[in-house]
């Protein structure tokens, strides 16, 4: 069974740093792209960050780049999700969540449960 | 703002059809990347609900379909059921974002 379990969400002040994690079990991970989206409370679904199966590439949206980092241990199977000069409007649901195909045409068939990060003085 | 447009609510009676539209532009929906659809019960994680277009994933029943056209893309649901309840998301690719591009979101309610 595919299980994808988010931690490490909380409290953070504006400007600082939080990291979060995303253990996965029940598939080949490192063959797998992996992606985290984000959900403010009471509002859609946003990308927020992409890592190719062998981590060596990375995109990322833009409300983000430069501030976040995303990376992954194939050999924990976990990905994670370095965020830096944390502000306000990063308050969200974190999931992480298994990416099948590629490209403009990959979709989302397994997601975590989310994690709560919450930025606020 | 969501790059790609979808309605913020509708609604229906028990056994009606509803539909929900995404409308996108020629940078996603329209450069023929694939449209997926999502469900999400409030509290829970979203669920892949429509994927390539028109296909079900295992375990989504046949009353539920999607489709596409142009810049913009569907999905129906047919015999609503209470159950049927929820948000919904669709999902694309912009080649200008070179991202991932979600809709913002359809409150579906069972009246």
């Known amino acids: 069974e595919v299980q994808l379990v988010e931690s490490g969400g909380g409290l953070a002040h504006p400007g600082e740093s939080l990291r979060i994690s995303c253990a996965a079990s029940?598939?080949?991970?490192?063959?797998?792209?992996m992606d985290w989206v984000r959900q403010a409370p009471g509002k859609g679904l946003v990308w927020v960050a992409r890592?190719?199966?062998?981590?060596?590439?990375?995109t990322y949206a833009d409300s983000v780049k430069g501030r976040f980092i995303v990376s992954r241990d194939n050999a924990k199977k976990t990905l994670s999700l370095q965020m830096n000069s944390l502000r306000g409007e990063d308050t969200a649901v974190y999931y992480c969540?298994?990416?099948w195909g590629y490209g403009g045409y990959a979709r989302y068939d397994f997601w975590g449960q989310g994690i709560l990060v919450t930025v606020s003085s | 703002q969501a790059v790609l447009t979808q309605p913020p609510s509708v609604s229906g009676a028990p056994g009606q059809r509803v539909t929900i539209s995404c409308t996108g532009s020629?940078?996603?929906?329209?450069?023929?990347?694939?449209v997926h659809w999502y469900q999400q019960v409030p509290g829970r994680a979203p669920k892949l609900l429509i994927y390539?277009?028109?296909d079900r994933p295992s375990g989504v029943p046949d009353r539920v379909s999607g489709s596409k056209s142009g810049t913009s893309a569907s999905l129906a649901i047919t015999g609503l059921q209470a159950e049927d309840e929820a948000d919904y998301y669709c999902?694309?690719?912009?080649?200008?974002?070179?991202?991932?591009?979600f809709g913002g979101g359809t409150k579906l309610t069972v009246l």
């Open positions: 999902q694309s690719y912009d080649s200008s974002l070179s991202g991932v591009v």
């Open positions: 020629s940078s996603n929906i329209g450069a023929d990347y694939h």
């Open positions: 390539g277009n028109t």
């Open positions: 029940g598939f080949t991970f490192s063959t797998y792209w």
């Open positions: 890592v190719e199966d062998d981590g060596g590439r990375t």
């Open positions: 969540a298994r990416v």
